[in-house]
């Protein structure tokens, strides 16, 4: 896992409270929702929340893209990476 996958991997953890859950337990190419960390609607406006005050990240919730960066922790690594290089996703 990349140094960066790991970042947003602690970040899931901890903005979604997730206790029995390690960052090694969390496969970054891997669905985060329904199958994978089996992570639901709340949850994805939770990291949402998140992802605008930890990284200045502002995503809509209807837009088809946001499904695509919350596909994996390795899809919002390069939602992240993206934004910090000021690429318009």
């Known amino acids: 896992m990349q140094p ?3 970042e947003i991997a602690q970040f ?8 029995d859950v390690k960052v090694s337990d969390i496969d970054p190419a891997a669905p985060l929702f329904v199958k ?4 639901d609607s ?7 929340v998140g992802l605008q005050k ?9 837009a088809a893209e946001t499904r695509k960066h919350f596909a994996s922790v ?4 390069a939602l992240v990476t993206n934004h910090r290089a000021g690429v318009v996703s």
């Open 12 to 19: 899931i953890i901890e903005t979604l409270s997730l206790e």
């Open 74 to 77: 390795q899809a919002l690594a």
């Open 36 to 39: 994978g960390l089996g992570l």
């Open 54 to 62: 930890k990284y200045g990240i502002k995503l809509s919730a209807d």
């Open 42 to 48: 709340i949850d994805a406006l939770e990291l949402g």
């Open 4 to 6: 960066l996958e790991q």
